[in-house]
């Protein structure tokens, strides 16, 4: 991006403040609040997402006599949607604008996944400098003191490259970039309005809808009056809180209290189902806890609450029920992380005959098209799993059809969805649970091995957790887990396995270097039981 376009941000920010202090972004959909002047993030991490001008028409390399029709109209930079465009225009040759109110590429690489992996990484270092006299470092503090608004810099020196970057691709595949809020009009009619009120009516032969999701604040009597954080905040703290609050023991919950405990914080973790991360099996569960719990980490589930009074930044009193119990509990944030909703409401859907599942997902069919002719819907709102890697593949599906490429049947529902949640140890999953193979009565066995037995764990320092797969009649493999170090890095051989319908003899029977972790799965495999 250049430099011109990354010093004009505070005057546009204000802008899309409104007079309460709220600001939507009108293209995604994300609803945010200010905070204090320790979390009044958006003057200031806006420096480095936003342009200053409603398009640049220089992105353009296509002669059009419409200079407002494209042949791909994408409303959204995320995932799918950039990929979208970029293919099209570079393989395709098609005219391609995108519409984007304020992330540059989306949600992850500016305000989440690797903005917040880059956050995780620094937590794992200083966690580890805390340990350094078990490496043989002598004069090694037991407790590292910790610079948030340094921690902070790193991440937003990261988050600047990467919206360079994207800013590159624009320009280099000849797609237009325009900023603003975009609003459908018509069936294949978006009007964008910028940031000073001038508007520009586009329209597209092809439409692709890649608006994203945002946080969910529960409907708790105080909760958004307390001004709570939500995933974007933490992530410009330039404070360690004193005691970190986290409402949701899930995928985002989870990350953020190992993270923040490792940078000091006390971290209290409240779940209102019986146990943590309730799709994932008991015993991969329990383990993790134990982890999390080492840590010091705080869990409490079976939590209900109905009542929050305070400010978080300073102090937020949280009131309801423990197990039955009464409960209460103080605390100096709040991190809302209880799920997802999908940027759906106030884009005009409705004016271009588009659908919405009763959950207010965009309805879809198998080639990601929705209920208007030539509108695709990609990504979260389109109700695919939230995971940057599976807006990619809808990028795949959708890219493919707009060049005439055939696709195969069930294209969308029989893709695999694998996930790694990014504690340390890591917890990687693709394919069926244990419980789940229970519940639809497949015929299954089960291999474990613990993640001592992946040797290069022993050599790391940590052998936590443990790895299983269960297998069928076949031989085939029905699903793989894993909890410990490393354990995403383990997926991709599992399953190309899986996807090409290999025995798991065929994993087990690898030659694999010595050590890697991946040279485990040859244990792991190996420990199949006998068909009975």
């Known amino acids: 991006m250049p430099k011109t376009c990354t010093r004009n941000i505070l005057i546009q920010v204000q802008a899309i403040f409104s007079d309460n202090g709220q600001a939507i972004n009108s293209t995604t959909g994300l609803h945010f609040q200010r905070h204090n002047s320790k979390h009044n993030i958006f003057a200031e991490i806006s420096s480095f997402l936003l342009p200053n001008t409603i398009s640049n028409p220089s992105f353009n390399n296509m002669s059009s006599a419409d200079p407002n029709h494209f042949d791909v109209l994408v409303l959204g930079s995320g995932e799918a949607g950039k990929y979208i465009a970029w293919t099209l225009a570079s393989q395709g040759h098609k005219r391609c604008a995108v519409i984007e109110r304020r992330w540059l590429g989306g949600s992850c690489p500016t305000i989440a996944c690797l903005p917040s992996k880059n956050v995780v990484h620094t937590a794992n270092v200083i966690y580890e400098a805390s340990q350094g006299q078990s490496y043989g470092i002598l004069n090694s503090p037991e407790k590292v003191n910790v610079?948030?608004?340094?921690?902070?810099?790193?991440?937003?020196?990261?988050?600047?490259?990467?919206?360079?970057?994207?800013?590159?691709?624009?320009?280099?595949?000849?797609?237009?970039?325009?900023?603003?809020?975009?609003?459908?009009?018509?069936?294949?009619?978006?009007?964008?309005?910028?940031?000073?009120?001038?508007?520009?009516?586009?329209?597209?032969?092809?439409?692709?809808?890649?608006?994203?999701?945002?946080?969910?604040?529960?409907?708790?009597?105080?909760?958004?009056?307390?001004?709570?954080?939500?995933?974007?905040?933490?992530?410009?703290l330039d404070v360690l809180p004193s005691h970190l609050i986290i409402l949701g023991g899930g995928y985002i919950g989870l990350e953020f209290a190992q993270a923040m405990r490792r940078l000091g914080a006390e971290v209290t973790v409240l779940e209102r189902n019986t146990r943590l991360l309730k799709k994932e099996d008991e015993d991969i569960v329990a383990a993790l806890q134990e982890v999390l719990e080492k840590d010091g980490v705080k869990i409490i589930t079976s939590t209900t609450i109905t009542n929050v009074t305070g400010q978080s930044g300073t102090s937020v009193t949280l009131t309801g029920t423990s197990s039955n119990a009464p409960f209460s509990i103080t605390g100096s944030h709040i991190l809302c992380a209880t799920g997802r909703l999908p940027n759906t409401t106030n884009i005009g859907l409705e004016e271009a005959g588009i659908a919405l599942t009763p959950q207010n997902y965009i309805t879809t069919d198998e080639n990601l098209e929705t209920?208007?002719?030539?509108?695709?819907?990609?990504?979260?709102?389109?109700?695919?799993?939230?995971?940057?890697?599976?807006?990619?593949?809808?990028?795949?599906?959708?890219?493919?059809?707009?060049?005439?490429?055939?696709?195969?049947?069930?294209?969308?529902s029989s893709r695999q969805i694998p996930f790694t949640l990014y504690t340390t140890p890591e917890l990687a999953h693709v394919g069926l649970r244990e419980h789940e193979a229970l519940a639809k009565a497949v015929e299954f066995r089960v291999a474990k091995m613990p993640m001592a037995g992946f040797l290069k764990t022993r050599t790391l320092g940590n052998t936590a957790g443990f790895a299983k797969t269960l297998i069928a009649d076949d031989d085939t493999i029905l699903g793989f887990t894993a909890l410990g170090l490393g354990a995403g890095e383990l997926l991709p051989v599992v399953q190309l396995a899986m996807k090409m319908g290999l025995s798991y003899v065929d994993v087990r029977d690898l030659v694999i270097t010595h050590p890697t972790l991946a040279e485990g799965l040859v244990g792991l495999f190996s420990n199949v039981p006998a068909r009975e």
Request: charged residues 25%.
């Open 371 to 412: 209920t208007s002719k030539d509108v695709y819907a990609v990504g979260d709102c389109a109700g695919s799993p939230n995971f940057t890697h599976v807006a990619y593949d809808d990028f795949r599906i959708v890219s493919s059809i707009l060049l005439g490429q055939a696709q195969p049947p069930n294209r969308k």
């Open 147 to 236: 610079s948030m608004s340094v921690v902070r810099e790193r991440k937003r020196e990261m988050v600047t490259g990467l919206v360079d970057m994207h800013a590159g691709k624009f320009e280099e595949f000849g797609v237009e970039l325009v900023w603003g809020q975009g609003t459908f009009v018509g069936k294949k009619s978006i009007e964008v309005v910028g940031k000073d009120g001038e508007k520009r009516v586009l329209t597209g032969d092809k439409v692709v809808v890649s608006t994203g999701s945002r946080a969910r604040i529960d409907d708790i009597p105080g909760l958004e009056a307390a001004n709570p954080l939500t995933h974007i905040e933490i992530l410009e």
